[in-house]
């Protein structure tokens, strides 16, 4: 299988400061169709995770464009350029190049 | 909107058999992969189950194979996992994920049932 790591495992951002996530996989995610099959979710306190970027860049629907997602091969990043009140929760990466899917152990966000 | 709600979670006893179902609504169920992804507090999210639009194709992850069956009705926009031979590693919340339609990972989450394996 697929393993994902994420960094950092908890993330304290100041509301309005942009932050970082870091999701490294054990194969590389890029297929010759040029894809990265790498999706970001967050699940917020409560609730079911929800889709934020899949293939790697592409924002889903309804995602604030504070969301950006890149990178290619083995090394993905998620950014937020200024993170706000209602982003807290867990970041989790997961791979869809090869079954089973695999997600990351999860990044904690929570405001300074 | 598109929904999906689960439901058949509860307390079962090691070595028991629990069914989960899952009603979808809001969207041309018959048109989608659907899956069942788990989640623990000690190992996270968990990938189990996934099945075709027509039901043709199922797979697994390798820890509940021969254990779970992944089966859906499109007639009643439903999909549903049978669960043989529960363990404690089992207990988890499960929720039912819609495929995205070109196949890379899950668009729609339900609000997950809770299934606990103990005795």
């Known amino acids: 299988d697929i393993v994902m790591t994420q960094s950092p495992l908890s993330l304290p951002v100041t509301p309005g400061e942009p932050a970082s996530i870091s999701c490294r996989s054990s194969q590389s995610l890029l297929r010759t169709n040029g894809n990265n099959y790498l999706d970001w979710y967050l699940q917020k306190p409560g609730q079911s995770p929800q889709l934020l970027i899949y293939?790697?860049?592409n924002r889903a629907s309804g995602v604030p464009d504070r969301f950006s997602g890149s990178g290619s091969g083995t090394d993905f990043t998620l950014e937020i350029s200024r993170v706000e009140a209602e982003d807290v929760g867990v970041y989790y990466c997961?791979?869809?190049?090869?079954?089973?899917?695999?997600f990351g152990q999860g990044t904690r966000l929570e405001i300074k | 909107e598109v929904q999906v709600v689960e439901s058949g979670g509860g307390l079962v006893q090691p070595g028991g058999s629990l069914r989960l179902s899952c009603a979808a609504s809001?969207?041309?169920?018959?048109?989608?992969?659907m899956s069942w992804v788990r989640q623990t507090p000690g190992k996270g999210l968990e990938y189990v189950a996934h099945i075709k639009q027509d039901g043709s194709e199922k797979y697994y992850v390798g820890s509940v194979e021969g254990r779970f069956t992944i089966s859906r009705d499109n007639a009643k926009n439903s999909l549903y996992l049978q669960m043989n031979g529960l363990r404690a590693d089992d207990t988890a919340v499960y929720y039912c994920a819609r495929v995205r339609d070109d196949g890379t990972g899950f668009d729609y989450w339900g609000q997950g049932t809770l299934v606990t394996v103990s005795s």
């Open positions: 809001g969207f041309t169920f018959s048109s989608y992969w």
């Open positions: 293939l790697g860049s």
């Open positions: 997961m791979q869809s190049l090869q079954s089973p899917v695999t």
